[in-house]
T-cell receptor, first 111, second 116 residues
Framework: KQEVTQIPAALSVPEGENLVLNCSFT??????LQWFRQDPGKGLTSLLL?????REQTSGRLNASLDKSSGRSTLYIAASQPGDSATYLC??????????FGAGTTVTVRA | EPEVTQTPSHQVTQMGQEVILRCVPI?????FYWYRQILGQKVEFLVS????????KSEIFDDQFSVERPDGSNFTLKIRSTKLEDSAMYFC??????????????FGPGTRLLVL
């Protein structure tokens, strides 16, 4: 059974600092890894998708890396802003495409 | 930009009652999913659906749950006899699968179900 772990559980930084969010998974035979943002009481917004054959993806201030062999992904958010405050979820899919989620990292960016 | 929609946003029901949660996936998507998130817990997979059939279901998805695509646009989750532990946020997701297995799942805003 795929287990997904996210560290740290919570993070508070001053505005402008770079954020580093970690995700690890136990079964390296993944198809895709997706990072999501979740605002309190809201749905999930897809941020980035990394296929198993890729090592990183970038979108604006976001960069996600994938080391499949070691079962790790890292989401970097550059020059954080108060609007980046949210919970960030990592999810991986195996051959059946169902997503297994981590518990998330709750980020607070202080103005 | 197309998005997944869900209705209702909130549903309160009595234990033992039937509820139907509705979703309108993105129009050119072919793969559909239901997930749920109990308060304070991880998002967990319930069921996947393709070509009018269930592709896979989790151990949570027992006989009290069913899914249906009654027409070309809606995708529903029915819970026949709700239990207290069914209280959760239910998310619908849809996707299209590209060559090489690339698939981004797009989630709806969720239906918060409270069973009393």
């Amino acid at each position: 059974k795929q287990e997904v772990t996210q560290i740290p559980a919570a993070l508070s930084v001053p505005e402008g600092e770079n954020l580093v969010l970690n995700c690890s998974f136990t079964d390296s035979a993944i198809y895709n890894l997706q990072w999501f943002r979740q605002d309190p009481g809201k749905g999930l917004t897809s941020l980035l998708l990394i296929q198993s054959s890729q090592r990183e993806q970038t979108s604006g201030r976001l960069n996600a890396s994938l080391d499949k062999s070691s079962g790790r992904s890292t989401l970097y958010i550059a020059a954080s802003q108060p609007g980046d405050s949210a919970t960030y979820l990592c999810a991986v899919s195996l051959v059946n495409y169902k997503l297994s989620f981590g518990a998330g990292t709750t980020v607070t960016v202080r103005a | 930009e197309p998005e997944v929609t869900q209705t209702p946003s909130h549903q309160v029901t009595q234990m033992g009652q039937e509820v139907i949660l509705r979703c309108v996936p993105i129009s050119n998507h072919l793969y559909f999913y239901w997930y749920r998130q109990i308060l304070g817990q991880k998002v967990e997979f319930l069921v996947s659906f393709y070509n009018n059939e269930i592709s896979e279901k989790s151990e949570i998805f027992d006989d009290q749950f069913s899914v249906e695509r009654p027409d070309g646009s809606n995708f529903t989750l029915k819970i026949r006899s709700t239990k207290l532990e069914d209280s959760a946020m239910y998310f619908c997701a849809s996707s299209k699968r590209l060559a090489g297995g690339q698939e981004t799942q797009y989630f709806g805003p969720g239906t918060r179900l409270l069973v009393l």
